[in-house]
C-alpha cells in the first residue's frame, strides 16, 4: 500500500511531518473496482499547515471527494487506496481499523455534503450527538446529553435543549447540518474536512454555514479543507486553493493567485461560469463538453478535449504539475519532461508554495480579470 | 400517524369480508352436490323419507337450496354465530374442534418465532458485516438450501434421527404419557402446567415442544436471516453510516445502533410473510411430529378432503395472518420516527 | 414526429434491454456456475427419464423397501418399485407443475395488473382492493382450499396455487406500469393516436418486465416447493402418480428406509437450491454495485 512512499517523499517537501506539516498526502491513488475500473484520484499530493484554510474545486466526478474521504479510509469496500497519507507524523494508510477508529473525529472531522442522508434517520440528533461527545471524553450519559445541548447551541441551533430530542426530519437541512458540524467539531479535530457543505443546502442558508466552519475552525485553530465545485464558495474563507480535474491536482497556488492569474485553461473556465455582479452578463457561461469518463483513461491530457487553448502537444502527453515559470518556458522551448524535472524537482502543493500547473500552454492571463468575453 | 392507523384498522373489516367471501365461493366450486356430499360422508340414511328430514335440515341451516348470494348471507351469520359446519372427519363442529387444536399450535408458533428472531436477526448482521467474505459465501449456501428444502421432509428426517435414533426428541403428543397432565385452562400446556406450578409437566411439554420449534425456528430464522442481511447491507452502504464510521465510533455500535435500527424497519414489514410462510410450515410440521394442534386436523381433514374442516383451518389461519399484518404494520410506525410523524407511509 | 420515429425508439428501448439481459445472464461465480449446471443436468435426466430408467410404476413385490443396489440405484420403495425411474419420473410432475403454475399466474396477474395501472383512477383502486384481499391469505392456504374443492389432481393443483399467486405479479407489474406508461416514448406513442388497448400491450406492458424476469425464475423454485407441499398434504398429484411430494408422504410411514425417504427430498432441495443459487445471475443485475 506504501509502497510508492520511497520515491515520492524524496521530493522538495520532505519528510512528512518533519518541516511541521500537519497532513502530507503523496501520490494518493484511490480506484473503484467495478466490472472497468473507475481511477477516482490518479495520483494526488500536496501539504496541509496546521490552521491553514485550503480549497479543493473541481467538477463533480473529478475525485475530490474521493480523494477527502480516502484520507481517513472512508471509502467503500470496493475501493482500492494507494499512495501514503500522513497526519502528524502518523501513517495513515498503515493503521489498522481499530486505531484509524481514534484518529477519526478525534483527529480529523468530516462534515458532508448533503445532511439529509448523512444522519441517522431512526436516531434522535441528541444521540447522535451524544456519542461523539462520550467516545471523546469519559462523562456519563447526562453530562454528555448537556455537553451535546451546549454544542447545538455553539453552532446556532435556537432551543437547543428541546431540540435535542428530535430527529433529524424534524431539522431543516440548514439545522441538520449545523448539528453534523457541531458533531465534527466537538472533540476539537487537528483537520476539518468539509465535503462540499452547502451545496444541498438554500442559497440564503450557504454563506450562514460557510460562516459557521470560518468561526469555528479559526477559533480553534483547525485545519480546513474546503471541498466545492463552486469557485465562489471558496473565495472569503480558504487561503490557498487546488483544482482538480479528472482525478488529478491541475493547478494550485493562494487563493488571490488563483482568482487573479489563473494559470490552467480548466480554472479560467471554472471561473467564466461563476456569476458576477461587477458585468452584466444575460447568462451563465458553462464548459463546453463532458468531464472525461474516469473509467476510460486516455492518453493526453484529459482535459485538451474541452480546451480551448490546447496545442499538439496536449493530444499525447499529460502535463505533470509544474511551476508557472518553468510551464511558460516549456511552452516556448518545448522541454521534455526531463527537463521540467530538472528544474522543478518534484514540486507538491504546500503552504506558501509557488503558483502550480499542470498545462503545457498556460492561459497568460489577462490585463483585467473582469473574465468576461468570448465562449471558448 | 393516528391517521394512518385509524385507516388500517378500517380496512381489516373488509378484508375479513372479502376472505370470507373468497373461502364460501371457493367452497361453492366443490363439483358434486353439497348434500350428496354430506350424506355420502355418512353413508347412513338408509330410507327416503329419513333422507329427506336430513336434507331438509341440512336446508334449514345452510340453505343448500337457495340461491348463492343468499346462501353467502346465512353462511356468514353463521360463521358470525360460530358455526363454520361439521366436519366429516370428526363429526364434530368445526368451531368445537379449532377450539381444542389451536392453542397447542400457538405454543408451537411464538416459540418458533422466538428461536427464528433470537437466531436469524444476529446471524443476518454477521453475515452482512462480513459481506463478499467467507463466512458470508458459507451463509449464503447454508441460507440457500435452508429456504429450498421442503420443511415436513426435513422434520421427518430430523425426527428419524433425533427421536427414533438417538431418542433426543420427544415422541408425538404434549406430554409423555406417563405425566400427569395439569389441569386444562389455557389448553396451551406449558402455560397450564405455570399456572398449577407442574413444573415436572413444564419441562417434559418444553421437551416435547423443542423438536417442531427449533425446525421450524431455524428454516424461518434462515430467511430472518438473508432478509437482514440484505437490508443491513443496503444500510452498511449508507452516508449515515459513513458518518458513524467517519466519528470514529466502535464498530459494534456502528453496526448495531446505527445500520440494524434501520435495517430492521424493512425487516418488521417482512416478518409479516416469514409468519405466513411459518403458519404454512405448521400444517406440514405438526402432523410429522405429533404435535395434536390445526396442522394435525388440518392434514387429516386435507387426506379425508374434508371441506368444512380445511375452510375452517384456512379462516383461522388466514385471519392470524392478517391480523399479524396489522400488528407489523402498526409495529412499523412505532420503529420508524418518521413515519410516526406522516412523514413516510 | 412519425410511426417511423416511434418504432425506433421502441426498438431502441427493446434492443438494449436485451443485451444487458444477455450480458448479465452469464453466469459469473462459482455458485451460479453450480447452479445452472445442476439444473442442466437434472432437467437433461428427467427428459431423458424413458431411457436411462426402467418403469416407474412397476411393481416388484419381491424386493420391497430394497436397499440400493446394481438393479436399484436408490432402492425400493414400499410396493418394490423402482426409485430412480420415481424420483426421474416424479420431477418431470414437479418441474411441469411450477413451470405451468408460473405461466399461468403469471399470464392473469400480467394483464391484471396492467389494465389496473394502465386504467388508473377508480378502476384500478377497485382492482387494487381486490388484489389486496387474495394477499390477505398466506398464499398456499388458498391453494389448499381450492384444491381440496376442486379435487386432488396435478392440473387443479396448478388452477389452486396459480390462483393464489397471481396477485403477487398483478400487484408487481401495475407498479412497473404506472412508471413505465409516462416515460416519453409511450407518451408520443399515445400522441400519435395509437389506441388505448395497442399502447398497453404493445409499448407499455414490455418496457415493464424489469422487476418480474428477476422474481420469476426464483419463483419456478418455490412454485415446485408449493406444489410439492400440496402433494405432501395428499391435496396435489393422486397416487400412484411419483411425484416428489407424493414420494415424501408414502415415505411418512417407512422413516427407518432411509433411502426411501432421503431421495425425494434431496431432490427437490438439489433442484430448488439450483434455482435460487443460479438466480444470483439475474437478480444482479438489480443490484450491481453502483460506481459511486
Redesign the interface.
Known sequence: MKSLSAETTAGPAGPPGADGHLLSVRDLRVT???KRP?R?VNGVSYDLAAGEHVGLVGES?SGKSAGA?AL?R?L???AELDGSVTLAGADLMSLS?RE???????EVG?V?Q?PF???????TVGKQLT??VR?HRSVGARAGRKEAARLLETVGVPNAEERIAD?P??FSGGMRQRA?IA?AVSPRPALLIADEPTTALDVTVQAQILELLQQLTSEHGTTMLLITHDLGVVAGVTQRLMVMYAGRIVEASSTEDVFARPAHPYTVALHRSLPRIDTRQERLVTIEGQPPDP?HLVEGCPFAPRCPSRIDRCAVENPPLMTLPTARRAAAAGWEPLAIRERDGNPVPGPAGPHLTACWNPPVPEASSTGAGGNG | MRWYVLRRLALVPFVLLGMTAITFFVSQLIPIDPVAAYLGGRGAAHSDEAERAIIDALNARWGWDKPIPERYWIYLTNLLQGDMGDSSHTARGVSTDLANVVPPTIELVVAALLIAMVFGIPLGVFAAARRGGFWDTGFKVISTLAISVPVFWLAIVGFTVFYGRWGWAAGPGQLDIFTRPPPEVTRMVTVDSILARRWDALFDTLHHLAFPALVLGLVIGFYFARVVRSEMVDALESDYVRTARGKGLRRRLVLYRHALRNAVIPVITLSGLAFGSLLIGIIVVEPVVGWPGLGQYAFTAATRLDLNAISGVVLVISLAYVLANLAVDLMYTVADPRVRDGMKS | MTWGRVRRLEEAVASTRLTTALESLRPRTFLEFYGLAVIALVVGAVVAAPLIAPDPLAQDLTAQLAGPSVDHWLGTDNLGRDLWARILYGGRISIVTGVFVLLTAGAVGIVYGAVSGYAGGIVDAVMMRIVDIFLSFPSIMLALLISAALGPTTRNAIIAIAAAWWPVYARLIRGQVIVVKEREFVTASRALGAGPIRNLFLTVLPNSFGVMKTIFVLDIGYAILAGSTLSFLGLGVSLPTPEWGVMIREALQYPTHWWFILSPGLALMLFVSAINFAGGIVTRSVHEIPIR
Open positions: 473503484f473496482r467495478a473507475v477516482a466526478g474521504l481517513v472512508l467503500p469496500d470496493y481499523e484509524l477508529r481514534s484518529i477519526r473525529g478525534d468530516i458532508y448533503d442522508s448523512s444522519l441517522n434517520p431512526v436516531l456519542e461523539v467516545k430527529y426530519h424534524q453534523v458533531m473509467s
